[in-house]
């Protein structure tokens, strides 16, 4: 009888608990945005027969309900922080490195032979085209290895390196590999971020100027201005729990070159810095605003030269550096751009400089136009 009783109040308490969180869940409204996670959570699918036969319905709404599950922010951290107590080393695509360094997990079976070969092709065909130059940013795994968790598997970016080299040739391609590799002892990747720092950024500039044939300006890498000292990045955001905090630095040298930037055709300003995001979790996005499909910026120069970058968030850091350079820097973005590549570069970069800037894993993702 007693064990009878026992399973009853189990399943009565249980019952209690579900129903509690469900009303909860139901009184609540639905939150658009983690600032936690730094992304747009699900919103609330809308029914449709169509949708429930092909069974989209079904799954939206199970990401709905995963999303705006009450408490989900805390269920997260103390999932965390178990698998923290029982040293896992892997958490939610995130290895847990050696002094502090969170590393984002790339395993070598996601990025195909073929994969990599369709890549190839399409940045083949650009460089052709456009006379385009090559610069392929290694992520933090790739070159803080004495960081990764013992035997961890990982992509070998410097194979995959190797074979751009020998498709668009030397003449237009940076070595930004061997840049970082030689300053890997210092701070070139942030410990909760997936980004590279300024100081990152700075190296892989000096390997550009090389590359390019460019006297490098003399940034001084001893007196950066701090934005925030109160970062924690993209990778924190992932594992989701407290973790150590940290700096972002940029070259005050670049706030005193005057500039006008114009955001997707639209906004105007007059900084390459947007304070604005440092009171955010996102505070990345202090660089160039965080991300927008177009963006062109004036300097006042007279070099007689521009430069058309195609790029991900990776150089949003480094741009600034760029200035001195040219007279107009447009950057595109091709995650939020719908339209067709080549008639945008015939308006914007004939006769200018063309740079395809990326890290390795966005570039392999994430790079595709028409």
């Not at 970062?231 to 706030?255: C, D, H, M, P, V």
């Amino acid at each position: 009888m007693g064990e009878k009783w026992n399973a009853a109040f189990t399943v009565i308490l249980l019952s209690a608990v579900i129903l509690i969180f469900t009303a909860a869940d139901f009184a609540r409204e639905d939150r658009t945005f983690s600032e936690t996670e730094n992304r747009v959570l699900a919103s609330r699918p809308k029914f449709s027969a169509e949708a429930l036969l092909k069974g989209s319905y079904t799954k939206d709404y199970e990401t709905y309900v995963t999303d705006q599950f009450v408490g989900r922010d805390r269920w997260i951290d103390l999932k965390t922080r178990l698998e923290l107590f029982f040293l896992k080393r892997e958490i939610g695509g995130v290895y847990l490195g050696k002094d502090g360094y969170l590393l984002e997990q790339h395993l070598p079976e996601r990025y195909s032979e073929e994969t990599v070969e369709k890549k190839l092709v399409l940045l083949d065909k650009l460089v052709s085209d456009w006379n385009a130059r090559v610069m392929l940013v290694p992520t933090a795994d790739n070159i803080l290895t004495d960081k990764m968790p013992a035997n961890a598997p990982y992509f070998r970016q410097d194979t995959f390196l190797e074979q751009v080299r020998e498709r668009v040739g030397s003449q237009h391609y940076v070595d930004v590999f061997s840049a970082l590799e030689a300053h890997r002892d210092q701070e070139i990747y942030y410990r909760t971020d997936h980004h590279w720092t300024s100081l990152g950024a700075y190296y892989g500039y000096l390997a550009w100027a090389e590359a390019a044939g460019e006297q490098p300006w003399n940034y001084d890498t001893g007196a950066m201005k701090l934005a925030s000292d109160d970062f924690q990045g993209t990778l924190q955001a992932k594992i989701n729990t407290e973790w150590e905090r940290e700096s972002i630095y940029y070259f005050g040298e670049t706030e005193e070159m005057p500039v006008k930037v114009t955001y997707d055709l639209r906004n105007t300003t007059d900084t390459l810095y947007e304070a604005g995001h440092l009171e955010t979790k996102n505070k990345y996005g202090f660089f160039l605003d965080d991300n927008h499909a177009l963006v062109e910026i004036e300097t006042g120069n007279s070099t007689g030269k521009t430069l058309f970058v195609i790029k991900d968030s990776y150089a949003n850091c480094l741009i600034p550096l760029l200035l001195p350079h040219y007279d107009r820097i447009c950057l595109l973005d091709l995650r939020y751009y719908n339209g067709r590549l080549y008639p945008l570069l015939e308006q914007y970069a004939a006769g200018g400089d063309v740079l395809v800037l990326y890290n390795c894993i966005h570039f392999l993702e994430d790079f595709v136009y028409i």
